[in-house]
């Protein structure tokens, strides 16, 4: 423990990069497991459930709007 003290003394850099990547790692877990309690039983079967048709209909609209505005 005193080499692993001593190494993270003389290299910072290493502290906080181990400090962000569990910051990270714990985050994306409880955000998962939050995801998974909450959704309803018949919403977990990975299916996207329309989001990306919707997202697919919102990028038309604004390469159509980018488009218009470029042909006047």
């Known amino acids: ?3 692993v003290i001593r190494f ?3 290299n910072p850099q290493v502290l906080v990069l ?3 990547c569990l910051v ?3 985050g994306t877990f ?3 497991i939050f995801g ?3 959704a309803p039983s018949e919403q977990t079967t ?3 459930s329309g989001a990306i048709l919707g997202a697919h209909t919102v990028w038309h609209a604004v390469e159509a ?3 218009g505005a470029h042909a006047s």
């Open 1 to 3: 423990m005193q080499d």
């Open 8 to 10: 993270l003394r003389s």
């Open 18 to 20: 181990l400090v962000v």
């Open 24 to 26: 990270l790692g714990i």
């Open 30 to 32: 409880l955000a998962v």
């Open 36 to 38: 998974l309690l909450t």
């Open 46 to 48: 990975g299916e996207p």
């Open 65 to 67: 709007a980018v488009a």
